[in-house]
């Protein structure tokens, strides 16, 4: 039978729970991703921003391992981490959630949790209660509120869709959870819940690859910023050391504000002489 992660932070000392060094990758002659480098920690939010085409879901695919890098390296808790394709991610306990959330509509939640990895009785039968009761223990964690457990997933709302989705990725493991617009389709109580589940898995000590373009979920949510333009990180910066204001110049001119850590994107300004 399956266990249910416990999530506990457990990396130790200063060591990023997850480094992407120096990555780059080229379509054709575009820098899709140039040289950027980031890091996420146990239990921490990361919003990466930027304008469409900055390359922040391309450098997530690296990450989950959709797309190959041409250069860089990762490192998951400060060990080389080899990963070629979505499965091996999934064993660095790596899971991402795309904006399409990827559900069977017509099946339950618990079914939906164990897709393609049911349960079985020692008889061969689905074990159905086993992977109910894991699904109640699961969403009990994360959506107390929620108790449509019997009917199709389709008849969700647009959050609670969005709970299973995040149930489904960390029943197994996961610590590094990869988030791509989780809120772009709902409208403002399901993001309020969505904002109520990435707080909940922050608290379990998963850490989070946010991409959102909506600046006042990241300043609600995020502990650190990294802004992207042109497939470069223009800055980083700890939520509480720069104002919206900075971060939308970030986003624009590629101006780095004092509160940030520049980046190779950053605007070289000509200082007078
Ligand atoms: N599979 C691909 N083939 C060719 N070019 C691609 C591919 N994927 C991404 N690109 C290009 O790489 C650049 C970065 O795209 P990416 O999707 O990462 O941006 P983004 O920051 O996620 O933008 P958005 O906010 O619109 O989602 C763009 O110029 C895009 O056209
Ligand atoms: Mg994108």
């Known amino acids: 039978m399956t266990e249910i992660s416990e999530n506990t932070n457990s990396s130790a000392g200063n060591v990023p729970l997850v480094e992407l060094r120096n990555i780059s990758i080229s379509f054709g002659g575009i820098h899709a991703v140039n040289n950027a480098s980031v890091e996420l ?155 109520d589940l990435v707080r909940q898995l922050k608290a379990d000590g998963i850490g989070i690859f946010l991409i959102s373009h909506d600046i006042h979920d990241v300043f609600d949510l995020a502990d650190r910023i990294v802004v992207m333009k042109n497939g470069q990180v223009v800055g980083t910066a700890r939520t509480s050391d720069v104002t919206e204001d900075e971060v939308l110049g970030m986003i624009i001119l590629g101006k780095c504000p004092p509160g940030a850590v520049p980046g190779p994107g950053a605007l070289q300004v000509a200082t007078a002489a």
């Open 41 to 195: 920690n146990a239990g921490e939010v990361v919003a990466l921003v930027g304008h469409n085409g900055a390359g922040k879901s391309t450098l997530i695919k690296i990450l989950s391992g959709a797309y190959k890098r041409d250069a860089g390296s990762i490192y998951v808790q400060g060990e080389e981490a080899h990963i070629a394709n979505p499965r091996d991610a999934k064993r660095y306990g790596i899971e991402t959630i795309y904006q399409t959330l990827a559900l069977a509509d017509n099946v339950d939640a618990a079914a939906n949790l164990f897709l393609g990895r049911e349960l079985r009785t020692r008889w061969g039968t689905l074990d159905d209660a086993a992977m109910e009761s894991a699904t109640r223990r699961v969403m009990g964690r994360l959506n107390p509120r929620f108790q449509r457990f019997k009917e199709p997933v389709s008849s969700l709302s647009g959050g609670q869709r969005q709970s299973v989705a995040i149930a489904r990725a960390i029943l197994f493991n996961a610590r590094i959870l990869i988030m791509d617009e989780p809120t772009a389709a709902l409208g403002p109580q399901e993001t309020a819940q969505v904002s």
